[in-house]
């Protein structure tokens, strides 16, 4: 499953992030395979996404979270 496709207020594990250009990007914030996180809010309009991974607060654009594959 995406992380686009996942819920608000569920927690999840990163299980995989396919080859994107920002996927250093997303390593620097924490968005690791393994690594546990929680969807805090979804905008409307196919807006931003917004989660937490640990301590850090992270707002990703659609075409970046449809990189990541959640379970």
């Not at 992380?3 to 990007?25: H, M, N, R, Y």
């Not at 809010?41 to 990703?60: C, D, E, H, T």
């Amino acid at each position: 499953m995406r992380l686009t496709d996942f819920e608000v207020k569920k927690k999840g594990v990163i299980t995989e992030i396919v080859d994107s250009p920002v996927a250093g990007k997303l390593m620097e914030f924490g968005i690791l395979p393994g690594a546990t996180f929680t969807v805090l809010n979804k905008a409307s309009f196919n807006g931003p996404i917004f989660i937490q991974v640990g301590a850090n607060r992270v707002m990703l654009r659609r075409d970046e979270a449809s990189a990541i594959i959640v379970e």
